[in-house]
């Protein structure tokens, strides 16, 4: 068979010797030591955590050894294309902080190892796999949907590993009389890989995540070109990443399974392969059983989660960092204040083995940060929120500066006391201080009885002077209580609680739920200032 001109026949058009693509697509000029790694979406619209966790240690594996990282569109498969998700995906990973050397829609960037888009770089999938044709090393498929169905359904019923290979690939041995009298035909035909692997054979890994391993070699025809002469994922990452001088892939540890493939994909094509990671997988537990993050079940698997709820993009980071490297904790306790890049990242140190991903350990970090910011730095960050995700309400909420700033200051504690650490996102921040933008919400029960409750307010509001500094305030919180049977000292009532029918807590608690609503809140003298005296009264007699 002359397989020349099978190759040609099978996939037609002029083509570049293959060389020219190696002088367009040189080595990197880069220091030593530098590494190349990579972000390849497919764009579906959903980018997740899983996303961000690979981003994160990519971006740091790139930028920490003076190196690139690019964004890499893997658009092969047009169903699962969504318009605007590499905008999505761009502006969900810089919220993050991870930023593009080159790639995909990357402005000012010089970008010379592109199209960054694959479904633009079919030209150099289709040289290649015409050049494997031509050296027996592919060939035309001509099964059917329903032929490969029956065959999966005969080797799951013979207890037979799946798939198109060996005694099971017929089109490998089809002649040229056959192959012709299919083109003839106009049968379609999709282009797979004639692997030379043996099953029984072990290839020993070093995979620098999960150390050294060993690999079963490949022995499926896996298909490179689809019968729209479009490649796999499996044949474009080989030319992608030979191209584009990837040094180093990290991706999801579910690709593990297919590096056979890709071992075998790289040695046909005469490439040298990049070293690989493959990245453990986030997961989480559901009651007693852990399993991974389903984008079906965990709503926070979604980065726009984050957003949305307006997580601290420096808290997610430090979570992530956390699960990303063992060391990384402890690096953070001694250096809360430094540049996250200037820890040193290893892809030595990231967990072999799922990663356990908790919700309520994310929101103690976002406390922890959150209560570092300035009053300044909140406002900033709530009201960057607020104008994205806020109601028309809460971004009213910013249209006072001094007075927010007045609120911040209170609920975040002044720098010189012990910080407050009630904010853990943006969106809950907002919920929190609503009560200083608008008549309070009931949240909490009052403890004393309705009657009670009336004859506190009432006493207070007689009393109640907003020129009072602070100490004539709670004196007069203190009269009110003696005046109604409450002890007006705690120890007092410690002593012999029978005797009174309270303490000055649950007199205070009374005017504390009128005012915010809450029975928990920062001081209620200075929220009382802040508020002003007309609304501290009105909320005193509405709560009558
Ligand atoms: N498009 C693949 C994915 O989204 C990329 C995997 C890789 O990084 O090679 O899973």
């Known amino acids: 068979m002359d397989l020349k001109k099978l190759a040609e026949r099978l996939i037609p058009g002029e083509y570049r010797p293959l060389s020219e693509y190696e002088a367009m697509y040189p080595p990197r000029d880069l220091p030593k030591g530098a590494q190349v790694t990579r972000l390849a979406p497919s764009p579906t619209g959903f980018i997740h955590l899983g996303n961000l966790f690979v981003a994160i240690a990519n971006e740091r594996v790139a930028h920490q050894s003076n190196g690139v990282l690019y964004l890499r569109i893997e658009d092969t498969d047009e169903k699962r294309k969504v318009e605007g998700a590499v905008e999505a995906v ?104 004639r692997s030379q692997g043996d099953p029984e054979r072990k290839i020993a890994f070093h ?66 392969r990049p070293a690989y990671g493959h990245n453990c997988s986030l997961q989480k537990m559901d009651g007693d059983t852990r399993r991974k993050l389903s984008k079906r079940k965990d709503p ?61 350990k994310l929101n103690d970090i976002s406390k922890n940060e959150l209560a570092r910011l300035s009053a300044e730095e909140m406002f900033e960050f709530l009201r960057a929120w607020a104008e994205e995700y806020g109601t028309e309400e809460q971004k009213g909420y910013f249209a006072d500066r001094e007075y927010m700033l007045r609120v911040l200051n209170l609920c975040m504690g002044t720098s010189g006391k012990k910080r407050r650490k009630d904010f853990v996102t943006a969106k809950q921040a907002a919920e929190l201080i609503s009560y200083f933008f608008r008549a309070p919400v009931r949240e909490d029960e009052y403890r004393v009885d309705g009657k009670t409750k009336g004859d506190i307010l009432r006493a207070f509001g007689r009393t109640y002077d907003y020129a009072d500094d602070a100490q004539v305030w709670f004196a007069k919180v203190k009269n009110v209580a003696a005046e109604l049977g409450f002890a007006a000292e705690m120890k007092d009532y410690k002593q012999n609680p029978e005797a009174y029918k309270g303490s000055v807590s649950d007199v205070a608690e009374v005017l504390r739920i009128a005012v915010t609503g809450k029975a928990n809140t920062p001081d209620l003298w200075t929220i009382m200032q802040i508020l002003g005296e007309k609304r501290t009264r009105e909320r005193l007699c509405a709560a009558e």
């Open 207 to 272: 995979d620098e995540i999960k150390g050294d391993i060993t690999v079963t070699e490949n022995d499926q025809d896996v298909v490179i070109l689809k019968s729209d002469g479009i490649p796999t994922y499996h044949f474009a990452h080989a030319i992608d990443d030979h191209f584009m001088r990837t040094t180093l892939v990290i991706r999801g540890e579910e690709w593990l399974a297919s590096l056979p493939i890709h071992i075998e994909l790289f040695d046909v094509l005469g490439f040298r």
């Open 300 to 360: 926070e698997l979604s980065l726009e989660f984050y957003r949305k709820e307006g997580y601290f993009a420096r808290a997610v980071k430090v979570y992530m960092m956390t699960l990303l490297n063992s060391n990384f904790e402890e690096w953070y306790l001694k250096f809360p204040d430094k540049d996250l890049e200037e820890f040193r990242f290893s892809v030595g140190k990231m967990g072999k083995s799922g990663a356990l991903f908790d919700l309520a």
């Open 90 to 193: 761009k502006n969900a990973l810089r919220y993050f902080d991870i930023r593009f050397d080159e790639g995909a829609e990357i402005e000012g960037a010089e970008n010379a190892y592109g199209p960054y888009y694959q479904r633009q770089r079919a030209e150099i999938y289709r040289a290649f796999a015409r050049d494997l044709v031509g050296r027996g090393l592919a060939y035309p498929c001509f099964c059917t949907e329903e032929e490969l169905s029956a065959l999966r359904e005969k080797q799951t019923a013979e207890k037979k590993i799946t798939g198109y290979y060996g005694e099971y690939a017929v089109c490998r041995n089809l002649t040229e009389e056959q192959i012709c009298a299919n083109l003839d035909a106009g049968k379609p035909y999709v282009i797979r890989l």
